[in-house]
């Protein structure tokens, strides 16, 4: 029983701490992330990935840098991916054109 005790004081903890960072960080509080992870069906508004139980698996909160509006949550390489490129729409769309022409050459080697 002690352990199952500990067990749940450690949870709370956590909870606690997710909430804190949650309205710390971002302005909202447990229950606007459950209502947008629900509006999302538990999955990531780019891949549709579903959120696991491991860090690297929750869905993460995605905001706009330059008003802090929250646009959605996303899987952990969702939300490196477009952190990587900047959240440039301009630069995700070349990466976007660059994969595609590559895409087409490298069939084309392949079939040849």
Not at 5 to 19: G, P
Not at 47 to 57: D, E, Y
Request: glycine letters at 8%.
């Amino acid at each position: 029983m002690r352990d199952r005790n500990a067990y749940q004081r450690q949870y709370r903890a956590h909870k606690d701490r997710t909430a804190e960072y949650l309205k710390y960080k971002y302005g909202i509080d447990v229950e606007t992330y459950n209502a947008k992870l629900e509006e999302q069906d538990g999955k990531c508004a780019i891949c549709g990935k579903g959120q696991g139980n491991s860090v690297k698996s929750k869905l993460f909160v995605d905001h706009d840098h330059t008003t802090g509006k929250i646009r959605g949550l996303l899987c952990d390489s969702c939300n490196r991916g477009i952190g990587l490129l900047q959240d440039d729409a301009d630069l995700l769309m070349a990466a976007v054109a660059y994969l595609i022409s590559h895409q087409a050459n490298s069939e084309e080697v392949q079939s040849g």
